[in-house]
């Protein structure tokens, strides 16, 4: 036997393996055995929960029902994060409360957003009978919810789906709340999972009389007047205190749609509301019969309205922008000068009202926004959607849309940056863009070799996707990040505009065009003065320096080529007979989106239409519906003939002849016109009219020479385009 069986000290000592055999088996044995007596037992204990039939599939759904309501808690909860973020600070309620005066450029008062201060009411010198309106019609069960009225919504949805139609909203008066002091009015899954964590946030931190004040003064109440204090004065130019109980009615009936039920807007539908709110004070027991019947019976009259067309969408971001400027300087209560031009902002208002009016194609429920500012990011007007009232979410400049082809500048920039000219020829021919997807344009058919202009003036797909692809899709992305456009995702149809972009972005990448390749971030704000007369906030002062982004030969380029689009390519709806301008249209895909951006010296103005919840609209593309709100903008914005020329444009014939037409005028006869007409006219001196008008005329010639050599160059455009 070997030694290695053995240890020192002799036989006695001696390990037998077939002992350790024998130790190993008998011990898995009993093993096995405990397992099985176990096993045994175990189901022995379940049998006597075993069910069968109905009982079994009823236990399988509540389980399956846990499971799934879990995961979709944590679902829930990730999507509320960001929200949490906003309220993450210990001053989140005096962020809210800031007080400003809004100006317009010329210093005239427009409106006013945030808390009132100066007229702020405490909640127990505002009439009982407001506060019992509000409730019956809001939220009957507010003292016994806990943020969401888990019966109240399913008695909405009931109610709803019995009429096939919304007739009742599932929202509490602290989610309403949750809504206005930290998220937008979009309408979206996201916007509800938030405002529902939100308001059981809001539940925790404040009493419930917190949360009632709170929504009285901020609730919006139409005309621009945010609070019922604020709405008391607007509507019957007398303090809360002193509202009668019908007049209460008629302010608590407007929480649902502002301008629908506003009374100087339409005095039928307001009546109507009012009674519907009496009704709910007598049916929740807040009232009786004979307390409301005078009210029944003596409707509240309202007092005459001044400015019924107040420039609310523009005041919002307005207000936003000035929390912003002002965030960390604990000063709340500020009037700022705005840059909003009001004769432009009519002018807005009327080109969107009479195109959505007027044009065949356009659905009720479709939507549209507009943004037109000066070349260096000044915007002078802003218009978020077809009715205020209705809707307060700013399509201008919250909603990230697809731009389409409209995205399409972008990468031709970037392609001139790298060394193509208007006359390059490309390839209009089919582009496979990854698993077989093959890259196609609008119309179906290829244009086989054609010049870079003509690519893009006819919105070729092809070369766009490639180009995107030759010069790299990250530069792309880098050089709209220096004009302010952010969140682009690289993907290999990009060029297409699959990745969605605010019109205020667009609109400001756009100015970078107009104004030859400096940054024009757009802005609302030229001045903030504290209550005690401090000016906290002065943009020539304290605001970033502009500076050029790219050199104005590129952008001269792409301007000729953008004036293409306008007057042989597929933006022809959007031709000024009175000036030089450039723009693109957009489409996305199934017409969801339909834009046109464009530019003349003097404004760039950006144009949205399409549908809130991303349904197709009635096959509307860029060069339609927004083209022609654009074009009936700038008409009725150029009030003078004293427009800048385009880089890379030459100066309009029609602009040249009154130009020289008015010199002829102010040489010949210098008092002709009053001083009036002639600061409408041109905003100079007599002695320097003759010489800013030669100046332009100089500035046309040479305009007018570049533009012949690159006609010359598109002439012999593919053989010179083969030779590069």
């Known amino acids: 036997m070997s030694d290695w069986f053995f240890k020192r000290g002799g036989g006695s000592r001696f390990i037998s393996p077939l002992a350790v055999d024998a130790w190993l088996d008998s011990s898995l044995y009993r093993?096995?055995?405990?397992?099985?007596?176990?096993?045994?037992?175990?189901?022995?204990?379940?049998?006597?929960?075993?069910?069968?039939?109905?009982?079994?599939?009823?236990?399988?759904?509540?389980?399956?029902?846990?499971?799934?309501?879990?995961?979709?808690?944590?679902?829930?909860?990730?999507?509320?994060i960001p929200s949490f973020q906003a309220v993450d600070r210990e001053d989140w309620l005096a962020r809210g409360e800031y007080s400003v005066t809004l100006l317009d450029v010329n210093g005239?008062?427009?409106?006013?957003?945030?808390?009132?201060?100066?007229?702020?009411?405490?909640?127990?010198?505002?009439?009982?009978?407001?506060?019992?309106?509000?409730?019956?019609?809001?939220?009957?069960?507010?003292?016994?919810?806990?943020?969401?009225?888990?019966?109240?919504?399913?008695?909405?949805?009931?109610?709803?789906?019995?009429?096939?139609?919304?007739?009742?909203?599932?929202?509490?008066?602290?989610?309403?709340?949750?809504k206005n002091l930290f998220l937008t009015s979009e309408r979206s899954i996201e916007r509800k999972i938030k405002e529902a964590f939100l308001a059981f946030w809001l539940e925790t931190h404040l009493t419930k009389q917190e949360i009632l004040k709170l929504y009285l003064d901020r609730a919006y109440l139409g005309g621009g007047a945010f609070g019922v204090e604020a709405a008391s004065q607007f509507y019957f130019n007398k303090s809360v205190r002193d509202l009668t109980v019908a007049e209460a009615a008629l302010l608590a009936g407007l929480y649902k749609a502002p301008t629908s039920y506003a009374p100087h807007i339409n005095l039928a539908a307001s009546r109507q509301r009012t009674t519907e709110v009496l009704d709910n004070l007598v049916e929740a027991g807040f009232m009786t019969e004979g307390q409301v019947h005078a009210a029944r019976i003596n409707p509240a009259e309202i007092v005459q309205i001044e400015n019924p067309n107040s420039p609310d969408w523009f005041l919002d971001w307005a207000f936003e922008e000035v929390r912003r400027l002002l965030d960390g300087r604990n000063t709340y209560v500020v009037t700022a000068r705005t840059t909003i031009d009001l004769r432009l902002q009519q002018v807005a208002d009327n080109a969107v009202a009479h195109v959505m009016r007027t044009d065949g194609k356009v659905q009720k429920r479709s939507q549209t926004a507009l943004v037109a500012m000066?070349?260096?990011?000044?915007?002078?007007?802003?218009?978020?959607?077809?009715?205020?009232?209705?809707?307060?979410?700013?399509?201008?400049?919250?909603?990230?849309?697809?731009?389409?082809?409209?995205?399409?500048?972008?990468?031709?920039?970037?392609?001139?940056?790298?060394?193509?000219?208007?006359?390059?020829?490309?390839?209009?021919?089919?582009?496979?863009?990854?698993?077989?997807?093959?890259?196609?344009?609008?119309?179906?058919?290829?244009?086989?070799?054609?010049?870079?202009?003509?690519?893009?003036?006819?919105?070729?797909?092809?070369?766009?996707?490639?180009?995107?692809?030759?010069?790299?899709?990250?530069?792309?992305?880098?050089?709209?990040?220096?004009?302010?456009?952010?969140?682009?995702?690289?993907?290999?149809?990009m060029a297409l505009g699959d990745d969605g972009i605010t019109v205020l972005e667009q609109t400001g990448a756009y100015a970078v065009f107009a104004n030859g390749g400096m940054s024009a971030k757009p802005y609302g704000i030229l001045d903030i003065t504290s209550s005690s007369g401090e000016v906290v906030y002065r943009r020539d002062r304290d605001a970033?320096?502009?500076?050029?982004?790219?050199?104005?030969?590129?952008?001269?380029?792409?301007?000729?080529?953008?004036?293409?689009?306008?007057?042989?390519?597929?933006?022809?709806?959007?031709?000024l007979d009175f000036t030089t301008s450039g723009g693109k249209t957009g489409t996305s895909s199934s017409y969801r989106d339909a834009w046109f951006l464009g530019f003349t010296g003097k404004y760039a103005a950006g144009v949205w239409f399409g549908n809130d919840d991303f349904t197709p609209t009635a096959r509307a593309t860029?060069?339609?519906?927004?083209?022609?709100?654009?074009?009936?903008?700038?008409?009725?914005?150029?009030?003078?003939?004293?427009?800048?020329?385009?880089?890379?444009l030459p100066l309009h014939p029609n602009q040249i002849a009154e130009l020289q037409r008015l010199a002829a005028l102010a040489k010949s006869q210098p008092t002709a016109a009053t001083e009036e007409e002639r600061n409408r006219i041109m905003p100079v001196a007599t002695r320097d009219l003759l010489a800013a008008i030669a100046e332009k005329l100089r500035e046309a010639s040479e305009q007018a020479e570049a533009l012949g050599e690159r006609a010359a160059l598109d002439g012999n455009g593919i053989a010179r385009g083969a030779a590069q």
């Not at 204990?45 to 808690?73: D, I, W």
């Not at 698993?435 to 690519?455: D, E, I, M, P, Q």
């Open 374 to 493: 000066e070349t260096d990011g000044a915007v002078r007007a802003l218009v978020g959607g077809r009715d205020y009232g209705e809707s307060q979410f700013n399509r201008a400049t919250s909603a990230r849309r697809q731009p389409g082809s409209s995205f399409k500048p972008y990468v031709y920039l970037t392609a001139v940056e790298h060394g193509y000219r208007p006359n390059t020829i490309v390839s209009d021919t089919p582009f496979s863009c990854g698993r077989g997807h093959v890259v196609k344009n609008y119309s179906g058919g290829y244009g086989g070799r054609l010049t870079l202009a003509s690519a893009l003036a006819r919105s070729t797909n092809t070369v766009a996707v490639k180009l995107s692809h030759e010069v790299g899709r990250e530069t792309v992305i880098d050089n709209m990040e220096r004009m302010g456009i952010r969140r682009v995702r690289p993907s290999c149809t």
């Open 544 to 575: 970033e320096p502009r500076v050029r982004l790219f050199e104005e030969r590129v952008v001269a380029d792409l301007n000729y080529m953008l004036g293409e689009v306008v007057t042989a390519g597929t933006g022809k709806r959007a031709f």
């Open 31 to 80: 093993l096995w055995c405990m397992l099985l007596d176990k096993w045994a037992a175990a189901a022995a204990f379940a049998g006597r929960f075993r069910v069968t039939g109905l009982r079994r599939v009823a236990c399988e759904v509540l389980s399956e029902g846990f499971t799934l309501g879990t995961a979709g808690a944590a679902a829930m909860l990730l999507l509320a």
């Open 622 to 648: 860029g060069g339609s519906v927004p083209a022609s709100i654009w074009r009936e903008f700038m008409v009725g914005a150029h009030d003078s003939p004293n427009i800048p020329a385009i880089p890379g």
């Open 108 to 178: 005239k008062e427009i409106g006013k957003r945030g808390v009132l201060h100066s007229d702020a009411v405490p909640l127990e010198e505002i009439p009982d009978y407001l506060i019992k309106a509000t409730l019956a019609t809001e939220d009957r069960r507010f003292y016994q919810h806990i943020g969401i009225d888990f019966l109240g919504t399913a008695r909405a949805l009931i109610e709803n789906l019995r009429a096939n139609a919304v007739v009742q909203g599932g929202s509490t008066l602290t989610q309403q709340l949750a």
